[in-house]
Structures are given as structure tokens and as C-alpha cells.
């Protein structure tokens, strides 16, 4: 089972990013997909899921700037990132989960799988 992040890099306020995760290994119609992110010397943070009927939740630091969609017949999600700060900055995770939460506050804890990362800096 493999979940590969990419579309990271570094743009400035404002701008806007686009991060696929493909998966492969299995199949994750069922999974409910979510994005984590690590800024540097903080904890690992859940931003956004999305279940397999496509019901998204964010955490209001994302919540009107982050869309999170799915691609069920090719294996892969997204997070389109517009209206970026320079406090988005941070590794990137996705990750396939066995249920989603009513928030994505301890989502954490029903991960059973996790992309390596890609790093995002937002800086002028």
C-alpha cells in the first residue's frame, strides 16, 4: 500500500496550490481520505477529510480557503490550497483512514495509512 503526495513547492501570499495523493495497493472508494499537515516545531495537525459518499470536513484554519475533492475511478484526492498564508507553511500528508469524524479533530487515530509528505512554503 502506497500514498504518494505531490504538487508541493513554494508560492507567495495569496497564491494557490494544488496536492494529489495517488494511491496505490488498494482500493480506497471505502476510506475515507484525509490531509495533515506538520508546520515546523508543531504537532501534526488534521485539515481536511472527505469521506466515500464525498461529505468534506475542515478545521476552520482551512475551512473557505481548502477544498478537498476526490477521484474514486482513479485512485487519487486532492486539496486545491487558494488565498495561501505564510502560517500554511508545512509538510503535507495524506492519508487513508477506516472512518471519517464528525470534525477532523482525532481523525489521527483511525489512520491506517500515510503518504510521505510534501513540503509547502508559503513566503514573500
Known amino acids: 500500500v502506497q500514498l504518494k503526495e505531490s504538487g508541493g513547492g513554494s508560492v507567495q501570499p495569496g497564491g494557490s496550490l494544488r496536492l494529489s495523493c495517488t494511491v496505490s495497493?488498494?482500493?480506497?472508494?471505502?476510506?475515507?481520505m484525509g490531509w495533515f499537515r506538520q508546520a515546523p516545531g508543531k504537532e501534526r495537525e488534521a485539515i481536511a477529510s472527505i469521506d466515500s459518499d464525498g461529505v468534506a470536513t475542515y478545521d476552520g484554519s482551512v475551512k473557505g480557503r481548502f477544498t478537498v475533492s476526490r477521484d474514486n475511478a482513479n485512485n487519487v484526492h486532492f486539496l486545491q490550497m487558494n488565498a495561501l498564508k505564510p502560517e500554511d507553511t508545512a509538510i503535507y500528508y495524506c492519508a487513508a483512514a477506516s472512518t471519517c469524524l464528525v470534525t477532523v479533530q482525532g481523525l489521527d487515530v483511525w489512520v491506517e495509512h500515510w503518504g510521505q509528505g510534501t513540503q509547502v512554503a508559503v513566503s514573500s
Open positions: 495497493g488498494f482500493t480506497a472508494e471505502s476510506s475515507c
